[in-house]
């Protein structure tokens, strides 16, 4: 009778679930999705760190390099095969899409570090006077995060450059940040607004800490997680409007980025000339960059979240 | 006390033996409770009480099955009129639920369902145990009387969770825990969240529903003159362990264990002033427990005896049992001492 | 059902005319900003491009005369207000004899169309991804697959149209890899078989925007259910005894839907962004494409006027989801925010 009774076994139900628990108390920075997207991201800088080296980048320029040449072990609609000299195949007007490659791909990353970081500022700046400082600035910057955010970047972008004409990468990037500065000003501000009423800030409040120290001492810490996220998604986001501009034909043209080079080759029908390297290439190292971006971005979400941890 | 005798059925209705409830942790588990064991008669109502950290609220829910993850059963058997409920297969624990046990949860503030109409949340029960209900009206009678039972007027039929006061919320919550008329109703700190007065009311309010259905009354809490008013028995839990069960009137007179003894004597009087004695809650690391009893760490009587051997419940009287080698009859002696040293402090 | 709050609806009223005003503004201002004048700047291109163009002076001068640009910059500023208001957006510059709102009539309905069922195709799936990632009772399989389909999430959906037209326009030619209805309609029509047709023209652009695009949702999503499995009332749904797919469905998504509305709001002005590079991936006869030939074609009035319709409708898109929020959720008529 006492026997019948234990009916659940301890070691079966008890051994899965403490596997389970005892991932959630690791060390959140170990995180595969983090570690993974960063890896990714930074072989590739090494990568092209070596192509700087080791490649002639002056090959990315106009004239360099026979003309439509495909990559090494494929043939052209002309039956012209692919040489050694330009490995991964030439566009129309003699670039080596390697060199474009070495040199367009840091340019396209280097737009969305200037926006993003320049976003992120100005963020953090609008973020914490709103949150503290409440009232009319409050109230006007609310506004302003909701129309920015209410447009779409890119309309605006166009009609500014189609008056300014192309422009320069920094120039570019200063406009894309135009934009990038509502979200993380709207997340940030609603962040301090909640940690303003959490036990811990007020007790700060309360024994006399100045809010300069609360801001950067008590509730900064508690943000960056969040902040790194946010702003790694703020990276993605200009990125993609900054290649979309130059997939549009608002890019700089001599030395391309990846966008310029998708851009040229749509102009130049490559789809349709089954020149697949022309803009495949540009289009699958931006897809890492994006996804590794990805894999970065969720990974911080759960290093912020542990509750996303426990579902993973 | 006319209350014993009214619900003084010997017929079992739920039967709790040796459960043990873990939570596991990566420094290892953490013990919540340890070896419960209990009986709750028919008709009764029986009030679980202890610190917070107890594991009063853990028992219930491993009654319930209810335990979450990284909580775990590890052993033990719940039975409710003979059904062996960690038996069960899931389609069947889902149908048996609110049926044979339901619960009354605590505060009742994010209990409901924030975009669900207070008739929804009851008709969805209802509905889910008994059938799709074509007959509308019958069933807006139905709750109507549930209404009427627990003192809620017939306007909330279709109003939100958010347009309820605390305690029309936990009125709701009653209403919708015995909508079913379960074997037994379990009750965790329904009325913690609420003001003194309403508390009063919700806690008459449940006596007064659970009389009328007939159903079995489990209430945790640790508000202890609250519970001397509404409770038949008193089952008292410090560590994950029952040290003693005992109707109510023994409790507050003649409390026997000396942990029991130190509950009651917080309660605060306003006829005399004492200073608190309760000074420190559990003291021990709950992943590993001392030897032998359990409250030896704390205990002003605790002797050697105390640390080889874990006490087994002792009935001292029907309905009564205790969890301390004082009262063991061996031990006689030692008893007298004590209770000596506790009327000349 | 509580009705929506004032303070609510003016508020997002409020967000809707400012947003029109802010974007009238600023497309006016910002030729202006530019040195020179927009007539001037244009004229100075298309001479850049045609390598010279007779009687420049008197051209300007002409345009400059007709468009109104000698009057205070003021004048011109209501009067261009005063257009907007009356639906007028001037002329198309390449195509003379052809207004915008004209240009913009016909190409409008193209993009709202493609753009509204892309994101009520992704928004559906998205959601029921992401609540199936949680749900304890789905199957092993699903929680395995759904994650591997998010793999091309974050990648603009410009890269995504790259991809597929040349996979499955160019490659296999199974769908059509422009326009979005074959030439062999002179207009559209309404029979089965036109319809068929854009179905099969829209196809790709659509996967286009959601094949990248769903997998945010179903992230957001998963990330609401986690959250709502740890609320009181889904221990009591579990107490009651409630069937698991009425949990689901009643208990959590019912819930975790609603700040995915908030989100959807804040994500349209994206959408429409990438929409519009999409449809120039595909020749897509919408507002796209048309800002992509103004653009070709320096035909700044129209770069203005297709800008201002999309951003127009996008604001309009933010206010009917905002507005159609108080209807799911019954708290929101009682707070303010």
């Known amino acids: 009778m006492a026997e019948d009774r234990k009916v659940k076994d301890a070691p079966v139900a008890g051994g899965t679930k403490k596997a389970g628990a005892l991932n959630r108390f690791d060390n959140p920075w170990l995180n595969w999705k983090f570690l993974t997207g960063a890896g990714i991201l930074g072989f590739m800088f090494f990568l092209i760190f070596l192509g700087y080296q080791l490649w002639d980048t002056n090959l990315a320029l106009s004239a360099r390099a026979p003309l439509n040449l495909p990559p090494v072990g494929f043939t052209n609609w002309r039956g012209q095969e692919g040489i050694p000299e330009h490995p991964l195949g030439t566009e129309n007007s003699g670039r080596d899409m390697l060199a474009m490659l070495i040199v367009g791909t840091p340019r396209t990353v280097f737009v969305g570090v200037i926006a993003a970081t320049v976003g992120m500022l100005v963020g953090i700046l609008l973020g914490f006077m709103a949150g503290f400082l409440g009232g009319l600035f409050d109230d006007v910057i609310r506004l302003a995060t909701d129309i920015t955010i209410t447009i779409p970047s890119l309309l605006v972008l166009i009609v500014i450059q189609s008056v300014l004409g192309r422009v320069d990468l920094v120039t570019m990037a200063l406009l894309i940040s135009l934009f990038t500065w509502a979200t993380p000003t709207r997340y940030i501000r609603a962040q301090v607004l909640s940690m303003r009423e959490s036990g811990y800030v007020q007790m700060a409040h309360l024994s006399g800490v100045p809010v300069r120290d609360i801001m950067f001492k008590e509730i900064m810490p508690n943000l960056l997680p969040y902040l790194a996220a946010s702003y790694i998604g703020n990276m993605t986001g200009a990125i993609i409007s900054a290649v979309g501009l130059e997939v549009l034909g608002f890019g700089p043209q001599r030395i391309p980025s990846l966008g310029v080079a998708i851009f040229f080759s749509i102009e130049a029908g490559a789809l349709f000339r089954n020149m697949w390297w022309w803009w495949g290439l540009p289009t699958v190292i931006l897809a890492i960059v994006f996804v590794s971006l990805l894999l970065i971005n969720l990974g911080l979400d759960e290093i912020a979240n542990p509750r996303l941890r426990k579902a993973a | ?20 409830i873990h939570y596991a942790t990566p420094q290892g588990d953490v013990i919540a409770v340890s070896g419960v064991s209990f009986n709750l008669y028919e008709g009764e109502t029986l009030g679980l009480v202890g610190e917070s950290g107890c594991g009063k609220s853990t028992t219930a829910y491993g009654i319930l099955q209810l335990v979450q993850p990284p909580g775990y059963i590890v052993h033990g058997s719940i039975e409710v009129d003979g059904t062996e409920v960690l038996n069960l297969t899931e389609e069947e624990l889902r149908k048996f639920r609110w049926t044979g046990l339901s619960l009354i949860p605590q505060g009742a503030m994010n209990s409901l369902n924030p975009t669900m109409r207070v008739k929804d949340q009851i008709i969805d029960v209802i509905e889910s145990h008994e059938g799709k209900q074509r007959d509308k009206e019958a069933m807006r009678e139905r709750i109507f009387e549930l209404f009427q039972n627990v003192g809620l007027p017939n306007r909330i039929y279709n109003m939100y969770p958010h347009e309820l006061s605390g305690g029309m919320k936990q009125r709701v919550c009653i209403a919708m825990g015995v909508a079913l008329h379960p074997t037994v109703v379990i009750a965790d700190e329904a009325t913690s969240a609420l003001d003194v007065v309403v508390q009063r009311i919700v806690a008459q309010t449940l006596i007064k529903v659970k009389d009328e259905i007939g159903v079995s009354l489990i209430v945790i809490g640790h508000d202890m003159g609250l519970l001397a008013q509404i409770v038949d028995r008193i089952a008292v839990m410090y560590a994950g362990k029952m040290v003693e069960i005992a109707p109510v009137e023994n409790v507050y007179a003649n409390p026997l264990h000396p942990y029991t003894q130190l509950l009651i004597d917080s309660i605060p009087s306003i006829k005399e002033r004492k200073p608190l004695k309760i000074t420190e809650g559990i003291t021990h690391d709950p992943r590993n427990p001392p030897s032998g009893c359990i409250f030896r760490l704390r205990c002003p009587f605790a002797w050697d005896h105390c640390a080889e051997v874990e006490p087994p419940p002792l009935q001292v009287e029907e309905k009564h049992e205790v969890a301390c080698h004082l009262f063991d009859e061996q031990f006689e002696e030692r008893r007298a001492d004590a209770f000596a040293t506790i009327a000349n402090p | 059902m509580g009705g929506i709050s004032l303070n609510y609806l003016v508020r997002r009223l409020l967000v809707f005319f400012l947003t029109l005003w802010v974007a009238a503004t600023l497309i006016f201002i910002i030729p202006r900003l530019a040195p020179g004048d927009p007539i001037s700047a244009m004229i100075a291109r298309l001479s850049y491009q045609a390598g010279f163009v007779e009687n420049s002076d008197q051209i300007i001068e002409g345009w400059k005369e007709r468009f109104g640009l000698n009057d205070p910059i003021y004048v011109q500023y209501f009067r261009f207000m005063g257009g907007i208001l009356q639906g007028d957006l001037g002329y198309s510059l390449a195509r003379f004899p052809s207004t915008v709102t004209e240009l913009v009539g016909r190409a409008l309905p193209w993009t709202i169309g493609l753009v509204g069922i892309a994101t009520f195709i992704f928004f559906t799936v998205g959601n029921l991804c992401g609540a199936l990632l949680v749900w304890t009772k789905s199957p092993k399989l699903i929680k395995v697959l759904i994650p591997m389909s998010m793999i091309f999430t974050s990648i603009p959906p410009l890269l995504a149209g790259l991809l597929l037209v040349y996979v499955f326009g160019f490659l296999l030619e199974l769908f059509p890899q422009t326009y979005a209805y074959s030439y062999k309609f002179a207009r559209p029509e309404f029979t089965i078989d036109f319809i068929a047709n854009v179905i099969h023209h829209g196809f790709l652009p659509a996967m286009a925007i959601v094949l990248v695009t769903f997998g945010y949702w179903a992230l957001g999503m998963r990330g609401m259910m986690v959250t709502i499995e740890g609320e009181d009332y889904m221990i009591l749904a579990q107490a009651k005894g409630l069937k698991p797919f009425y949990v689901l469905y009643r208990y959590m998504i019912r819930n975790a839907i609603l700040p995915q509305m908030t989100a959807l709001a804040v994500s349209i002005g994206t959408l429409v962004s990438g929409s519009v590079l999409v449809e120039v991936i595909f020749n897509y006869n919408g507002m796209g494409t048309l800002i992509f030939t103004a653009i070709r074609e320096q035909d700044f009035g129209l770069i203005q006027g297709t800008s201002f319709i999309l951003i127009t409708t996008s604001a309009l898109a933010v206010l009917i989801i905002d507005l159609s929020y108080p209807l799911i959720d019954p708290r929101i008529s009682l707070e303010g925010r």
């Open chain 2, 1 to 20: 006390m006319e209350k014993q005798k009214e619900n003084g059925s010997d017929r079992i209705v739920l039967k709790v033996d040796n459960l043990r």
